[in-house]
């Protein structure tokens, strides 16, 4: 009787330990979640949506298309919870485009004033290069006045 309890104790262990091993199951070093904990914004970005009576599946503008016809649908046959319930999905996706819009607006800013400053740096370089050939040559011409005199 103890052999079989005694067994019966190790499968449980072992059982236990398998469960344990896929329990949170995550790539070390973020891959490719940004330090805040959420994932880049891009548009091509594929969401899976659990709806209130289905799963979805699209990027943010595709789902809140989606998610605005069915609570249209809802509306037209009555039902104004379900309708509610698709609503308020269709507002989080137009929430994340928007958010989506900022983030390209943001981005693209920082690149034009990038590449202004490097304008500006290449100007101020190629202004000092100039300056100084200007030097070189006033000193030459003046050096070639002195052995003439």
Do not use: C, W
């Amino acid at each position: 009787m103890r052999i079989g309890i005694a067994n019966k104790k190790v499968l449980r262990e072992s059982m236990n330990m398998k469960r344990m091993r896929s329990r949170h199951h995550r790539p070390s070093g973020g891959g490719s979640r940004h330090s805040n904990g959420q994932t880049p914004l891009n548009r091509n970005h594929v969401f899976d949506s659990n709806g209130p009576d289905m799963r979805v599946r699209g990027t943010a503008q595709q789902l809140f298309e989606k998610y605005l016809q069915l609570g249209r649908d809802a509306t037209g046959t009555g039902d104004r919870i379900l309708a509610e319930a698709y609503f308020q999905h269709a507002e989080h996706y137009f929430r994340i485009l928007n958010a989506m819009t900022q983030a390209a607006q943001q981005s693209q800013m920082e690149r034009q004033e990038r590449h202004q400053q490097r304008a500006r740096a290449q100007q101020d370089h190629d202004d000092r290069r100039q300056g100084e050939e200007a030097t070189a040559e006033s000193d030459s011409d003046e050096q070639v006045e002195e052995t003439t005199e």
